[in-house]
């Protein structure tokens, strides 16, 4: 026993001098950093989707790294999380993956808590979805929604079926039976892929919208690196995760019109631009919420993405948090800001007729 | 009992030394471990109430009002039955297993072996649950597959190997074991301790009268430590009730009830189910995630005091 004693009390030290260490560390960054490249100062807090928390950490570094009196923070404590926090003025802006609704009063709540400035909601971070599949020996899979609705919803259970060997006129189909693999855990990839399924093919997908998988029975993992893992270690399983994870794994093409398209970021980013807006959700002058065509049929397009959007308010009582809040958002959505996300996080960057929608509604932020 | 009447009679010996009087030291040992106890429940209440005040609010939220739109019981009902289900699993291999080593450890083993041993038995707890976790999904998980299978073929009209085998591995089954190993090194220490002190007397009154090594331990160790093996046990089932990180990480739930251990489809377990959801909950999810841990609270207190009745019957006989 006393071995232990003597182990807890050595950890516990080293924890400490290292705490102290790193106290040490940052403070002789601020007082050798101390003339800083902007006049940009305080303590801005975010919160919200866990999609985008790869993404935010990014910007945040590169942005405290070009303004060292700023102390930007992102808590990724979900996106239903972070809009609360924002109505109730915990935070000074969210990360959200589905934009605010009037189901529940937030996006009224919402514009309350900006006014008498106005409420800021403009799409941020666009992530496609890959289906991923381990069959070896069969590449480039093809897979109509049809398809991929049955095979997610069980009704589809050997690969060498009818309707997959008619989307993949040619190929040599194993009859290994087909585990489709999906997040176990709560998530804003699986409420748009269950979005797409059901939009595009209601007749085959009757499960509701969810941010919580729906089918009973299925394989499940947690986390987009839990389902990549279930898929490579099981021969046959086909699971939905971000395109930036899919590693090693095949992905499969989905039909689009008459092609089949590949989850790339141009062909992701160019679906959200040829969406229209939603006009019920986008109250206000700069709530851009986009109603995304998952149906489209137009060329290039990949329809299975995932979108977050940033929510802010164009004015806030302190000059400083104004400043600071329009800094970042003009960061975010930068061409510059972008680039690095797609790097860090594999996200899409938003398209340069994208960037000039919703620039107007950061340059709006005020103090006042 | 023998150990305990010399304690008290040194303790005696000792009051009487000093005069009957009662030290400054002893006082504020006593003062101490009071101080400690307290601590102790203060802080159990403290968990209990926290439970209940944030739980309060889905237990009586309408089942309309809930996330799903199940009621509480239904919601917790598979989640409690897969807590219960893993660490039965986990206790039923790891608890005879854990005394097959206390044994050998205490009397089999020569004793540089058995110190060895020991060290690395409770090295297994010195790992954290993550990490088991990750092993079980990269190692064990994969390399259970085949044997899965086999079960499956040979022994599928038992309907905990019904199948369809997990081609991933990631099933009840992979869980329990990863649960059973990480139980052992608790059972196994409190049986050792409890073995190594059978009295020699018994021991060797034993063998002096014909009984062979496995007579002696059948007559004389394993009888004398019945009720700390039972109360080990109890610890390792908590633990397992409890255990979240290795669960989440290696289960492929799909909220089905089922005893079939080696599908895809899995009951989850409540700790498990808090990891995986408290993420992007907010508002009454919260409280129903926080319901369900009261319950599971409530599962492990109902374990404990199972196990100490069992024990007091064994004294008591």
């Known amino acids: 026993m006393s071995r232990f004693r003597w182990l807890a009390v050595l950890a516990f030290a080293s924890v400490l001098a290292l705490g102290v260490a790193a106290c040490g560390s940052s403070s002789d960054e601020t007082s050798s950093g101390g003339s800083s490249s902007s006049d940009l100062s305080g303590e801005i807090a975010g919160a919200g989707s866990t999609a985008q928390q790869a993404a935010q950490e990014a910007w945040i570094a590169e942005f405290e790294n070009a303004n060292s009196g700023v102390t930007l923070s992102y808590d990724p404590v979900g996106s239903g999380g972070g809009r609360d926090q924002f109505i109730a003025a915990g935070v000074a802006y969210a990360g959200s993956d589905a934009a605010l609704s009037s189901e529940e009063g937030e996006l009224e709540k919402a514009t309350k808590r900006c006014g008498p400035g106005e409420l800021i909601e403009i799409p941020n971070y666009v992530s496609p979805i890959a289906i991923v599949y381990n069959l070896p020996e069969v590449e480039g899979l093809q897979l109509s929604p049809e398809t991929l609705a049955k095979i997610f919803s069980q009704e589809i259970t050997t690969w060498n079926d009818k309707a997959i060997a008619a989307d993949n006129p040619g190929v040599d189909l194993p009859d290994t039976r087909i585990t489709p693999v999906n997040r176990s855990d709560e998530s804003g990839t699986t409420e748009n892929f269950t979005e797409y399924l059901s939009e595009v093919v209601p007749d085959v997908w009757s499960y509701e919208v969810s941010g919580d998988w729906p089918v009973k029975g299925g394989e499940a993992a947690s986390g987009t690196s839990g389902v990549v893992e279930a898929v490579t270690a099981g021969e046959g399983a086909i699971g939905y995760a971000d395109a930036s994870q899919a590693g090693e794994l095949e992905v499969a093409k989905v039909k689009v019109g008459k092609e089949f398209a590949e989850p790339t970021a141009e062909a992701a980013a160019k679906v959200l631009e040829e969406s229209p807006l939603d006009k019920e959700l986008s109250q206000g002058k700069y709530v851009l919420a986009y109603e995304l065509d998952r149906e489209t049929e137009s060329q290039g397009t990949y329809p299975i993405v995932l979108t977050s959007y940033a929510i802010a308010c164009t004015r806030y009582s302190s000059a400083s948090e104004a400043e600071t809040v329009k800094a970042y958002l003009e960061y975010v959505i930068s061409p510059e800001g972008q680039k690095l996300a797609a790097e860090q996080a594999g996200s899409a960057p938003l398209s340069a007729a994208l960037t000039k929608k919703v620039t107007p509604a950061v340059e709006a932020i005020e103090a006042g | ?317």
Not at chain 2, 1 to 14: F, K, P, R, S
Not at chain 2, 134 to 156: C, K
Not at chain 2, 178 to 197: G, H, K, T, Y
């Open chain 2, 1 to 317: 009992m023998a150990q305990v009447d010399t304690t008290t009679n040194a303790g005696q010996l000792l009051a009487a030394a000093s005069g009957g009087r009662r030290r400054p030291g002893d006082r504020i040992f006593s003062n101490t471990a009071t101080a400690a106890a307290v601590t102790i429940l203060a802080l159990l209440a403290g968990v209990a109430i926290f439970l209940v005040a944030e739980g309060l609010p889905a237990v009586t939220a309408a089942a309309s009002e809930l996330p799903g739109g199940k009621s509480l019981l239904d919601y917790v009902a598979p989640l409690a039955f897969g807590t219960v289900l893993a660490a039965t699993f986990a206790a039923l291999i790891a608890v005879p297993l854990a005394v097959a080593v206390a044994l050998f450890i205490t009397h089999i083993a020569p004793p540089r072996i058995a110190l060895t041993l020991g060290y690395l038995v409770d090295l297994l707890a010195a790992i954290p649950s993550i990490v088991y976790g990750l092993w079980g999904i990269f190692v064990l998980g994969p390399a259970a597959v085949p044997v899965m299978r086999w079960l499956e073929e040979h022994l599928g009209f038992i309907p905990i190997f019904e199948g369809p085998a997990s081609v991933t591995g990631r099933t009840m089954f992979v869980a329990g074991l990863v649960l059973a190993v990480m139980i052992l090194p608790i059972v196994s220490a409190v049986a050792r301790e409890v073995f190594s002190q059978t009295p020699r007397k018994l021991q060797e009154g034993a063998q002096a009268l014909g009984a062979t090594r496995w007579e002696m331990i059948r007559m004389t160790v394993l009888p004398f430590g019945r009720s700390s093996v039972i109360s080990g046990a109890m610890l390792g089932l908590g633990r397992a009730l409890g255990e979240t990180m290795a669960v989440t990480i290696i289960l492929s739930v799909s909220g089905a009830v089922s005893f079939n251990l080696i599908s895809q489809a899995n009951p989850s377990t409540i700790a498990a189910n808090i990891a995986l959801n408290f993420p992007e909950s907010s508002g009454i999810a919260i409280n129903l995630l926080i319901a369900t841990g009261l319950v599971l609270f409530a599962i492990t207190l109902v374990t404990n005091m199972g196990a100490r009745a069992i024990i007091a019957r064994q004294n008591r006989g």
